[in-house]
């Protein structure tokens, strides 16, 4: 393969990085690759295996990073949809320690029982906090909503284990809420730091 083709070759594999990057680094890449080239003097099947292998590992990444700084990295999260499920989340989380403590005083949990009762109590609490954090629109947001959701998925699945009668409808509301809050919370903008 001649100088030309091998740059143009490698022209096309740039195109895999982001325009900003290429516009700030491509001149300096081809110049490295001029030099590769020459180094290796014939290149080949090794050599453009290095180069496919270098641009497969860096430039998906460096195109994660240009998505994620495309928004403004300041602008805080989406008001309505925060404000929605931060509400979301207190109600839920009422319910469900008004839930634990129903179970709790119906005294029909004794030892273990009562402990997941306990601990269902709490993390409504945790519930309760992390939405009041989403309508304030608290820097630790989503930090808490991450947490409070993991926490009620676990909770679940040991819930399920002491207690297999578990209404259908305690359990959607226990496993499809955080995952919900999860999904929300991982895909929204971090709030502005102050």
Known sequence: MTARRAERAYALLLRAYP??????????MTLCFRDLMRDARRPG????????????RTAPTLRVEA?????NPNERMEGGGMRAMGA???AIGLLQAVNA???????????????????????SVLLVVAGIALLADASSARTLSRIAAVCWLVLVVLVR??????S???????????????????????????
């Open 19 to 28: 325009p900003a990057f290429r516009a700030s680094y491509g001149r300096e």
């Open 161 to 166: 284990a002491v207690h297999p009668w578990m």
């Open 67 to 71: 998505l994620r700084a495309r928004g």
């Open 168 to 194: 259908i409808f305690s359990t959607l509301l226990a496993v499809v809420f955080p995952m919900a809050l999860l999904v929300y919370a991982w895909t929204r903008r971090s709030p502005r730091t102050v």
């Open 88 to 90: 979301l989340a207190v």
């Open 101 to 123: 403590l129903i179970e709790l005083k119906g005294g029909g949990t004794a030892g273990w029982p009562a402990l997941v009762v306990a601990i269902a109590i709490v993390l």
């Open 45 to 56: 099947l090794g050599f453009w295996m290095a180069i496919v292998a270098d641009v497969a």
